[in-house]
T-cell receptor, first 114, second 114 residues
Framework: AQSVAQPEDQVNVAEGNPLTVKCTYS??????LFWYVQYPNRGLQFLLK??????LVKGSYGFEAEFNKSQTSFHLKKPSALVSDSALYFC????????????FGKGTMLLVSP | DGGITQSPKYLFRKEGQNVTLSCEQN?????MYWYRQDPGQGLRLIYY???????QKGDIAEGYSVSREKKESFPLTVTSAQKNPTAFYLC?????????????FGPGTRLTVL
């Protein structure tokens, strides 16, 4: 079985400050990891993914994520938050062998204050 | 929201009625998925299809049915057997040949039972 934990329901940060949205995972074998963002009443938009290689992955809109195998984590980061980054963020995982569907975390609401 | 369309955007159902949600994609993707989103629960997989004329149950398939007669289309029927259908429904597609490929999401359909 595979699972994703997003331990924070909500993260609050001031505009211009760095932000981190946490994600830990459990999967048999090696993981493929994804981050998506959702704005109100919209579908999910892909931000970035980790497949293999460099542990620091860069994605859309200035976001990046760091894969840490020993801590089974894939935290989303951005050096300087914007008010427009306020949205719901989902982490997702699937294993790298065989066929498996994508398992999503419950989501973390990011609120960036002016 | 890419090349995936969902209709209608809002749908109201009376008790005991079946309703069908439309999902169409022009991305030439083989795989398609239906998710249900409830507040605080993230995305849960209802059904998925890797190729035309084939589909598999996801984690919460009870009370739902699907068909995949065309590559571009993957409609979801919410039957009267689904006891709590009020939710936001998301359709997605991807190329299954690479498990590392991200899924593309439609804009969603919000279903409300009256």
């Amino acid at each position: 079985a595979q699972s994703v934990a997003q331990p924070e329901d909500q993260v609050n940060v001031a505009e211009g400050n760095p932000l981190t949205v946490k994600c830990t995972y459990s999967v048999s074998g090696n993981p493929y990891l994804f981050w998506y963002v959702q704005y109100p009443n919209r579908g999910l938009q892909f931000l970035l993914k980790y497949i293999t290689g460099d542990n620091l992955v860069k994605g859309s809109y200035g976001f990046e994520a760091e894969f840490n195998k020993s801590q089974t984590s894939f935290h989303l980061k951005k050096p300087s938050a914007l008010v427009s980054d306020s949205a719901l963020y989902f982490c997702a995982v699937r294993r790298d062998s065989g066929y498996s569907t994508l398992t999503f975390g419950k989501g973390t609401m990011l609120l960036v204050s002016p | 929201d890419g090349g995936i369309t969902q209709s209608p955007k809002y749908l109201f159902r009376k008790e005991g009625q079946n309703v069908t949600l439309s999902c169409e994609q022009n991305l030439n993707h083989d795989a398609m998925y239906w998710y249900r989103q409830d507040p605080g629960q993230g995305l849960r997989l209802i059904y998925y299809s890797q190729i035309v004329n084939d589909f598999q149950k996801g984690d919460i398939a009870e009370g739902y049915s699907v068909s995949r007669e065309k590559k571009e289309s993957f409609p979801l029927t919410v039957t009267s057997a689904q006891k709590n259908p009020t939710a936001f429904y998301l359709c997605a597609s991807s190329t299954p040949s690479g498990r590392y490929n991200e899924q593309f999401f439609g804009p969603g359909t919000r279903l409300t039972v009256l």
